[in-house]
Nanobody
Framework: EVQLQASGGGLVQAGGSLRLSCEAS????????IGWFRQAPGREREGVSC????????AYADSVKGRFTISRDNAKNTAYLQMNSLKPEDTGVYSC?????????????????????????WGKGTQVTVSS
């Protein structure tokens, strides 16, 4: 069974850090682009970051550039999102999704609200709450 599970969320004060993990099971992530998305209450889902299967393309939403870092460890079948200098506006449910390569990972894709729906598999999210 193909599964993706995001974890690592929690409650943190503004300025703090969290590292999210996206663990895949039932398939190997080597052949997939991985994307991180978030959704805050009352707001549209937002593409946060993506990484291509070869790591040759990495993209971030403007709102997180310089603060978030995406990475992947294919040996562990896991992707990560290191989030530093967190702000209250980073609050939301963060989830991961994969797209078979060659995917559409790019800054333009992250800004396109159809990017998420074109992914091949989606995982359950993890709540991130940043207090001011």
């Amino acid at each position: 069974e193909v599964q993706l599970q995001a974890s690592g969320g929690g409650l943190v004060q503004a300025g703090g850090s969290l590292r999210l993990s996206c663990e895949a099971s039932g398939f190997a992530v080597d052949d997939y682009d991985i994307g991180w998305f978030r959704q805050a209450p009352g707001r549209e889902r937002e593409g946060v970051s993506c990484i291509s299967n070869s790591d040759s393309t990495i993209a971030y939403a403007d709102s997180v550039k310089g603060r978030f870092t995406i990475s992947r460890d294919n040996a562990k079948n896991t992707a990560y999102l290191q989030m530093n200098s967190l702000k209250p506006e980073d609050t939301g449910v963060y989830s991961c999704a994969v797209e078979s390569a060659p995917g559409r990972c790019s800054g333009d894709s992250l800004a396109d609200d159809t990017y998420y729906y074109g992914m091949d598999s989606w995982g359950k999210g993890t709540q991130v709450t940043v207090s001011s």
